[in-house]
């Protein structure tokens, strides 16, 4: 049962544009959502997160947006460089429990 | 220069050996965690310790074990009963609030592949 969501497997830009990644959550109690991105072979870097108060947390180059009713956040990245060519996770937590729960992820491609 | 730190970046198992990857961390942080990640999926929970000599299972442990004696180190030994164990390994930490919201930052992760 697959509780965190990413239907799109990859995702390929243009340099400049906008990047839009989507993720989809099941469990209502999850109260606490982050994006992390992750290049082969390293680790995964936390980029930004929102709390489920929240419908929009901003930073730099990247928006993450929350849309509570439909169970479902998304990651703006304006504009794409191709830097940001990597594979981009959602994952979501309830305050009971701590614990991440990760999407399958998405991998981003940023074309020059 | 605080961070997580995994160790070897590389290792090899043969049949029926059981082996230890290493965690340490020098953030301060509560919390370490340990994570699989396979192809095309995304990072599943082993283990976690929110607190010295305490630890607690997460979804896929079989097959695993882990330690906590000091707060700074979390080190996973996969076992033999781990009968798939090719994978990308992580290591995670976090501080605990009180809300539980806590971001968690991964060290560099640890192939595993058996021979």
């Known amino acids: 049962d697959q509780q965190v969501k990413q239907n799109s497997p990859s995702l390929s830009v243009q340099e400049g544009r906008i990047s839009i990644l989507n993720c989809d959550y099941t469990?209502?109690?999850?109260?606490?959502f982050l994006w992390y991105k992750k290049y082969p072979a390293e680790g995964p870097t936390f980029l930004i997160s929102i709390s489920s108060i929240k419908d929009k947390n901003e930073d730099g180059r990247f928006t993450v947006f929350l849309n509570k009713s439909a169970k479902h956040l998304s990651l703006h990245i304006v504009p794409s460089q191709p830097g940001d060519s990597a594979v981009y996770f959602c994952?979501?937590?309830?305050?009971?429990?701590?614990?991440?729960?990760f999407g399958q992820g998405t991998t981003l491609q940023v074309k020059p | 220069d605080g961070g997580i730190t995994q160790s070897p970046k590389y290792l090899f198992r043969k049949e029926g050996q059981n082996v230890t990857l290493s965690c340490e961390q020098n953030l301060n942080h509560d919390a370490m965690y340990w994570y699989r990640q396979d192809p095309g999926q995304g990072l599943r929970l082993i283990y976690y310790?929110?607190?010295?000599?305490?630890?607690q299972k997460g979804d896929i442990a079989e097959g695993y074990s882990v330690s906590r004696e000091k707060k700074e180190s979390f080190p996973l030994t996969v076992t033999s009963a781990q009968k798939n164990p090719t994978a990308f390994y992580l290591c995670?930490?976090?501080?605990?609030?009180?809300?539980?919201?806590?971001?968690?930052?991964f060290g560099p992760g640890t192939r595993l592949l058996v021979l």
């Open positions: 469990n209502s109690m999850f109260d606490y």
């Open positions: 994952a979501a937590s309830s305050s009971n429990t701590g614990k991440l729960i």
């Open positions: 995670a930490s976090s501080t605990l609030g009180t809300s539980a919201q806590e971001t968690q930052y």
């Open positions: 310790s929110q607190i010295v000599n305490d630890f």
